[in-house]
Structure formats: C-alpha cells, structure tokens
C-alpha cells in the first residue's frame, strides 16, 4: 500500500520546523491537521476577488 | 437590605461599603471564607491573594473613613482568569510551562482599573491550557466544576471565572474569548459574560493566544454589574496594540433605556442547525419576549468558522512554536498536538483566510444597517458531564471539544460584541448571545437588561452553593 502523502508531509513540515514528532502523537497531530485542512479548504474553495485584504491592514 | 454578602450583588456591595453598612474587610473575608469553603468543589480558583486582598479592603475602609468615595466597585471582590499578570505571580496561562516564568512585576490594564475603581482582587481562576479549549478541563490543575451539577463541565476556556461567579464565590471575574471563552462558561454556568468588540478592552498584560481574535471581558449574575466592571475597564492603553483610541463609552447609565425602537432578528441558517432541543428553546424564549420574528441569515456562517478555526490553530502554533520544540511533553497532550498541527497548515491558507474575513465583515456589517440585535445560541446545549469526548448533533456523532464553540466562533471571528444572557432552564442553564453591531456594547447590554428586568434572563442560584 502506498504511504499516505499526509505522512510524508507531516515528516518534511516537521523537520522544516525542528518540531519534535514522538510516534505515539502522529495519530493525533495527523488528524488535526486533517481537520485543519478540511476545514482550509472550505476558505479556499470560496471565490474572493484579486484586490481583497486581508483583515489586517498594516498601517505606517 | 440583606446584610449577607453572598447574596448581594457587585453594585449593592459597594453602596453598602460606602454607606458604612458594611466594611469592605468583612466583605473581602466573607469572599475569602466562601473560597475555602466551596473551591475544593469547585476547583475554580488556582491562586488566592489573600494577603494583598486584605490590605487592599482595609485600604477602601481607610479611603471611606476619610470621607473619600474609593469608586463603584468599592470593596467589590473579584478574580480573574489566570492568564492576566497579577503582580507577583507567575502568569501560568493555564500551563505547567508558564510556571518557571518569573512573577509578574506589574498587573494586567484591566487589574488596575478594576482596583482604581475600587474593587478588590481576591486570587486567579482555573483555565483551559493557554486558553486552547472550550471544556473549562485541565490536565494540570484539574477540571473547574460546574456550580448547578458538579460532574458536568464549567465550559471554557475561562472555565474557573464560570465556576467563581456561577458558585457565589465572587460576584465579578474577568475572563479572556478568543473563539466563545467567556461566552461558553456563561451559558454553561448560568451567568452574564460581556464579550466586548474586539480592541473595545486593554489585553495588556495578558498572556494572548491568537492576537486578531483575543478580547477580554467580565462576568457577573446581572447585567447592571456587568456594565459597571466594564465601564470601569474602558478606555484607551498605548500598551495594547490593537486597543481603540475611543473615549470611554460608560453604559450604566443606560441600561434601562426603552429597547422598544430596537430591531431585533433571530439568526437562521447555520445557527439553527446543530442544537440540541435546549438551545432552541432558550433562543424562543428571547425571541418572544422581545417580540422577534424576522430571521437573518449570516451568509457563509459556516465558512466563517473554518477560517476562524484555521486562524486559531496557526497563531496559536506560531505563538507557541519555540515551546512545542523545547518543552513538548509538558503541554497537555490534547493542546500540544493540536498545535503541531497548526504549525504545518500551509500559509496561503492562512492569508485566504483573512481575505475571507474581510468580505464576511462587509457582509455581516450590511445585516446590521436593517438591524440592531441579532439573536443565536451561545452553546449547542447544556454543560455535557466531565470528560465526555462526543455528543450526537443532528444523528452525527462529534467530538465534544471541537465543536462547543460553532456558535460562537463566527461571532469573535470578526469582532461583533456579545452579551451571554443565561436562561434558567431545569434542570441546566443554558446561554443566548444577544449580539450588536461593533462599538454597540450599549444596545446589546440594554437588551440584555431588558430581558432580566422581564425575568427571562436570570443567573440561577445553584442548589449546593
């Protein structure tokens, strides 16, 4: 069975980051970050015109 | 006048105090007692600053014997959510970490101002860990427990502030609402809490959590002590960036203004789905009493509060990044991997997200130009027992935790001001949010006053405290 793409991504991000992943908490960061993910993409299929800001408007 | 302190509210208190009919030493030690007496039950309170209490109250009494008026909270206990840095104490934010912190050497903006108007800070109330929590559950320090049925959840994250107003400890208490902090353990606990517009209140001197969203407020058992905490603590503070530069907007005043000209609907949509038969009916009750009809529709509720999630999980993780590689297994489990995830949700996610935001502000503002208020839950139901994971919403099985705060959450998102009015069902109370446009903290409290004054909106009296 091919490795989930999840798994993999999770062992770069992870190492990018020096975020220490012990084995027994990857089932659950994995499913957070599946429903953080879920729920992204909920924003991102949302159609928002080019010149839209964000939120935060930074002000000099 | 009942001589009883347990019994008196904020406002009674200090006239009483500064009508010789009672001392605030003998108010700040009957607070002090009731502590010693419950908290074991309660598991509410983390810190008590006794000492400091006491010499604050004989402080007023002095100030009163000088013909002084210390203010209108004079010698009025109260307690906050232990992420405000009290002076001396290590702002434990709900964590183990935080404690190797060094004491605080100054306390949090709304502290002293409390105290500037004469209140009395009587110790630091139990948390979620770094406010990352809904439940009011912590690995460390233990569950605060509800007042009205101890074995079920306070709600949180301000869970302890729930407990201590909610239980009579304290008749005010400051609590922190990122995503529904105050307004979960409000509707939980069966009291007032005031989310305020976002930037309304200093967060000076807190500890954050996710810096767009974090607001702090006050709760209470009636809304006229609500509205004398948060008159109190209004104002401007170069010390928090995102504070307003308004001029203070004092409310007391016209709490008891007729509500009659107020546009008032109920939210539709995704505010009426997830609930269980409790939270619809508390809806009902207000809808009737005030005479709502209409329903509005929040477009894109649910979008909303994705992006809020999403928002939360990154600034939290970013917040929190340098502890997660330093100190992992000294978080509670549940919040550090939460967090790890945070840390690799990708960041034009993130940005899309605040892009989001602005155009479901825009949206939500337009709402506001035919309406005053808008009514929806505060939790989708009573407090569920302590330590329960899942609870079945319309035939599907979801996790407790997650999802207590859907009604709240696309309400913080962009910053609207809320008041939780407890509605005193049996045998639980449950929260509705009266909800106005920003800066209408004054609308919001009226309504709220009004639907107290009707007797629809009460604070039960627990039964054990």
Same mark, same amino acid.
């Given at each position: 069975?091919?490795?989930?793409?999840?798994?993999?991504?999770i062992d770069?991000?992870?190492k990018?980051?020096? +975020?220490?992943?012990e084995?027994?908490?990857r089932?659950?960061?994995?499913?957070?970050?599946?429903?953080s993910l879920? +729920?992204?993409?909920?924003v991102?299929?949302?159609p +928002?015109?080019?010149?839209?800001?964000p939120?935060?408007?930074?002000a000099a | 006048?009942?001589?009883n302190?347990?019994?008196?509210?904020?406002?009674e208190?200090?006239r009483?105090?500064v009508g010789?009919?009672?001392t605030a030493?003998?108010?700040?030690?009957?607070?002090?007692a009731?502590?010693?007496?419950?908290?074991?039950?309660?598991?509410?309170f983390?810190?008590?600053?006794?000492d400091r209490?006491?010499?604050?109250?004989?402080?007023?009494? /002095?100030?009163?014997?000088?013909?002084?008026n210390?203010?209108p909270?004079?010698g009025?206990?109260?307690?906050?959510?232990n992420?405000f840095?009290?002076?001396g104490?290590?702002?434990?934010?709900?964590?183990r970490i935080n404690?190797d912190?060094k004491?605080?050497?100054?306390?949090a903006?709304?502290?002293e101002r409390?105290?500037a108007?004469?209140?009395?800070l009587?110790?630091? #109330?139990n948390?979620g860990?770094? /406010?990352?929590?809904?439940t009011?559950?912590?690995v460390?320090?233990?569950?605060?427990?509800?007042?009205?049925d101890?074995?079920?959840m306070t709600?949180g994250?301000?869970? =302890?502030?729930?407990?201590?107003v909610g239980g009579?400890?304290?008749?005010?208490a400051?609590?922190?609402?990122?995503?529904?902090?105050i307004r979960?353990?409000?509707?939980?606990?069966?009291i007032?809490?005031?989310k305020?517009?976002?930037g309304r209140?200093?967060r000076a001197?807190?500890?954050p959590?996710v810096a767009?969203f974090?607001?702090?407020?006050p709760?209470?058992?009636?809304?006229?002590?609500?509205a #004398?905490?948060?008159?109190?603590m209004q104002g401007p503070?170069?010390d928090?960036?995102?504070?307003c530069?308004r001029?203070?907007?004092?409310?007391s005043?016209?709490?008891?203004?007729?509500i009659?000209g107020?546009r008032?609907?109920?939210?539709?949509?995704?505010?009426?789905?997830?609930?269980f038969p409790?939270a619809v009916e508390?809806v009902?009750?207000?809808?009737k009493a005030?005479g709502a009809?209409?329903?509005?529709?929040?477009?894109?509720?649910?979008r909303a509060?994705?992006a809020a999630?999403?928002i939360s999980?990154?600034? =939290?993780a970013?917040?929190?990044?340098?502890?997660l590689?330093?100190r992992p297994n000294?978080?509670?489990?549940a919040?550090?991997d939460?967090?790890l995830?945070?840390a690799?949700?990708p960041a034009p996610?993130?940005d899309r997200a605040?892009?989001f935001?602005r155009w479901y502000? /825009?949206?939500?503002?337009?709402?506001?130009k035919?309406?005053?208020?808008?009514?929806?839950?505060?939790?989708p139901c009573?407090a569920?027992?302590?330590?329960q994971?899942?609870?079945?919403?319309?035939?599907?099985?979801l996790?407790?935790?997650?999802?207590i705060g859907?009604h709240?959450?696309p309400i913080?998102?962009?910053g609207?001001?809320v008041?939780a009015?407890?509605?005193p069902?049996?045998p639980?109370?449950?929260?509705?949010?009266?909800i106005?446009a920003?800066w209408?903290e004054d609308?919001a409290l009226?309504v709220?006053?009004?639907?107290?004054?009707?007797?629809?909106?009460?604070?039960?009296?627990?039964?054990?405290f």
């Amino acid at each position: 069975m091919a490795a989930d793409p999840l798994d993999s991504y999770i062992d770069v991000v992870g190492k990018a980051l020096a +975020l220490p992943i012990e084995d027994a908490w990857r089932p659950a960061v994995k499913a957070n970050l599946e429903v953080s993910l879920r +729920l992204a993409r909920l924003v991102d299929e949302f159609p +928002l015109p080019d010149e839209t800001e964000p939120a935060s408007v930074f002000a000099a | 006048m009942n001589a009883n302190p347990d019994e008196l509210s904020a406002s009674e208190i200090a006239r009483s105090i500064v009508g010789h009919r009672m001392t605030a030493l003998s108010v700040t030690e009957a607070a002090l007692a009731r502590i010693a007496k419950h908290d074991s039950i309660l598991n509410s309170f983390t810190d008590l600053t006794a000492d400091r209490a006491r010499a604050r109250a004989k402080a007023i009494d /002095a100030a009163i014997a000088a013909g002084q008026n210390p203010g209108p909270l004079a010698g009025v206990p109260f307690a906050v959510k232990n992420l405000f840095d009290v002076q001396g104490l290590s702002t434990r934010a709900g964590s183990r970490i935080n404690r190797d912190l060094k004491p605080s050497s100054r306390d949090a903006t709304l502290i002293e101002r409390m105290e500037a108007a004469g209140a009395v800070l009587v110790g630091a #109330l139990n948390m979620g860990e770094y /406010a990352y929590d809904f439940t009011g559950e912590n690995v460390h320090d233990g569950p605060s427990r509800n007042p009205h049925d101890v074995t079920r959840m306070t709600g949180g994250s301000s869970g =302890g502030s729930g407990a201590a107003v909610g239980g009579r400890l304290v008749p005010l208490a400051l609590g922190s609402d990122t995503n529904g902090s105050i307004r979960v353990p409000s509707s939980f606990c069966g009291i007032f809490g005031l989310k305020p517009t976002y930037g309304r209140l200093s967060r000076a001197r807190s500890f954050p959590f996710v810096a767009s969203f974090d607001h702090l407020g006050p709760f209470a058992r009636n809304v006229g002590d609500l509205a #004398l905490a948060y008159d109190a603590m209004q104002g401007p503070d170069a010390d928090d960036a995102a504070c307003c530069t308004r001029a203070v907007d004092p409310v007391s005043g016209l709490l008891a203004q007729d509500i009659g000209g107020l546009r008032v609907a109920i939210a539709g949509g995704y505010f009426q789905k997830n609930v269980f038969p409790e939270a619809v009916e508390a809806v009902a009750r207000v809808a009737k009493a005030l005479g709502a009809t209409k329903t509005v529709e929040i477009p894109e509720a649910a979008r909303a509060r994705a992006a809020a999630y999403v928002i939360s999980t990154i600034e =939290g993780a970013s917040l929190h990044l340098d502890r997660l590689r330093r100190r992992p297994n000294d978080f509670d489990p549940a919040v550090r991997d939460r967090l790890l995830a945070g840390a690799m949700v990708p960041a034009p996610l993130v940005d899309r997200a605040q892009k989001f935001r602005r155009w479901y502000r /825009a949206q939500v503002l337009e709402i506001f130009k035919s309406v005053d208020v808008i009514i929806a839950p505060a939790t989708p139901c009573v407090a569920p027992k302590l330590g329960q994971v899942t609870f079945m919403l319309d035939g599907v099985e979801l996790p407790v935790r997650a999802n207590i705060g859907i009604h709240t959450q696309p309400i913080s998102f962009i910053g609207l001001p809320v008041v939780a009015v407890p509605i005193p069902l049996q045998p639980m109370p449950i929260g509705v949010q009266i909800i106005a446009a920003p800066w209408r903290e004054d609308i919001a409290l009226r309504v709220a006053h009004a639907l107290e004054r009707m007797g629809v909106a009460a604070a039960p009296r627990p039964k054990e405290f």
